[in-house]
């Protein structure tokens, strides 16, 4: 059964942890391996070198770590996000950018993320947005976030794959994440709850070949 080997592929990440590294727009900062399970991967505050970002025809590229798993975005238009109930509306909606899905493969993902398709929020040129990345390979959700500007200008060229090409299945409903945290209430994703106010990073980015020994160990134990 297809739960059963999730479960078990569960199991071992458990373990050894898992990961994803949003590639483009830029992340707030060089990916915190610790830090992934919390809000905008422990990054508090927004940067100042945003990047312009397309106001139609953009698209996102990361890089998965985990043979099964579910992504979605939120958005926010705040200047200095640094909570969840930042991407929220006034009624406490998340306000999606992107609508979660569950695919499978690891490696590269590249899949469109057009501003101009986002309902519920008002979006023009100009503005300053933050897009969180919830990424959820079946250990907790893991967090990134890109301080945007939106700008009428056409998306960078820029070498953008898929690793495999995997079908895509929109999910019902989008997971529970953001009330846990915002309110301090617990839920099974509450270990951002505890960040969402920022723990400042003084660390980078574990090394290369720390990430690459983890998928040494995925693979050994497979
Ligand atoms: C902003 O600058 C910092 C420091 O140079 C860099 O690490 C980061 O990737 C930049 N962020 C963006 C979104 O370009
Ligand atoms: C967008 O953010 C930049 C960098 O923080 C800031 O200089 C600029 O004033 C902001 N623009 C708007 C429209 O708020
Ligand atoms: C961002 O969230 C904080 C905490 O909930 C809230 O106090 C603040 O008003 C929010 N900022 C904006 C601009 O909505
Ligand atoms: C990658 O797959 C996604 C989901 O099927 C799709 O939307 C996207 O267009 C694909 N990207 C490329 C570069 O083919
Ligand atoms: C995009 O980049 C590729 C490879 O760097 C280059 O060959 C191509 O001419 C570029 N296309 C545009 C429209 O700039």
Request: charged fraction near 10%; proline fraction near 6%; glycine fraction near 10%.
């Amino acid at each position: 059964m297809r739960f059963a080997s999730a479960a078990t592929f569960a199991g071992l990440l458990t373990v050894v942890s898992a990961h994803f590294q949003l590639q483009y727009p830029a992340p707030r900062g060089p990916f915190v391996e610790d830090q992934e399970l919390t809000f905008c991967d422990g990054y508090a505050n927004a940067v100042s070198n945003r990047t312009q970002f397309p106001i139609s025809g953009g698209f996102f590229s990361l890089n998965s770590e985990h043979p099964q798993w579910t992504l979605g975005a939120i958005i926010s238009t705040v200047q200095n996000p640094n909570n969840f109930a930042n991407f929220t509306d006034s009624s406490g909606n998340e306000q999606t950018a992107i609508p979660f899905f569950q695919t499978s493969g690891e490696g590269s993902f590249c899949a469109p993320l057009d501003i101009s398709d986002i309902t519920g929020v008002t979006l023009k040129a100009g503005m300053n947005v933050t897009v969180q990345w919830i990424f959820d390979g079946g250990d907790g959700e893991l967090f990134q976030c890109a301080d945007l500007t939106l700008a009428d200008i056409p998306p960078p060229n820029i070498t953008c794959t898929n690793a495999t090409n995997a079908a895509v299945t929109p999910l019902s409903s989008a997971p529970a994440f953001t009330t846990g945290s915002s309110t301090g209430s617990s839920t099974s994703s509450a270990p951002s709850a505890s960040n969402t106010n920022g723990a400042a990073i003084s660390s980078t980015a574990f090394g290369v070949s720390g990430i690459f020994g983890v998928v040494g160990v995925i693979l050994a134990l497979i």
